[in-house]
């Protein structure tokens, strides 16, 4: 069903940049894995290494599902923004060009979730 508003709907956004001292929100998903039904979102400082938020912070969020401990991390296919992107592991959030409110998503080639069913 379409919405008409009745006049233009104007606000000061609550999620800029310069609301989060430093860090910028960086949103994260599995492919094929619904038990997450939406990225993740993390405010991180530009400054980290993707290495370690796929090292230390990716298990915390997504190791409780099974596949999980099974992902060949050399085999994963990343996009930011929906296009194929390759990150590199020892360089920072911002080196990888990942700025402020950017998407990322991971595939993880031979895992589709809990009995293939994406789960």
């Known amino acids: ?8 709907y104007e606000f000061e956004p609550a ?15 599995w ?5 997450f039904c939406a ?7 530009p400054t980290t290494r993707f290495g370690d938020v796929v090292r ?9 599902h099974p596949d999980f401990a ?8 990343w996009f930011k923004s929906g296009q194929p ?3 590199d592991f020892d360089k920072s959030l911002a080196e990888n060009g990942l700025g402020h409110k950017d998407v990322i998503r991971f ?3 031979g895992l589709t979730g809990i009995g293939g069913s994406c789960s």
């Open 85 to 87: 992107w390759q990150p």
């Open 39 to 45: 990225p993740f979102c993390l405010a991180l400082p």
């Open 56 to 64: 230390d912070l990716l298990p915390g969020i997504f190791g409780y």
């Open 31 to 35: 492919e094929d894995h619904l038990l």
């Open 1 to 8: 069903m379409a919405v008409a508003a009745l006049r233009k």
């Open 107 to 109: 595939r993880t080639p």
């Open 15 to 29: 999620d800029k940049l310069e609301n989060f001292h430093g860090a910028q929100l960086l949103y994260i998903g």
């Open 70 to 77: 099974r992902i060949d991390w050399a085999k994963v296919e």
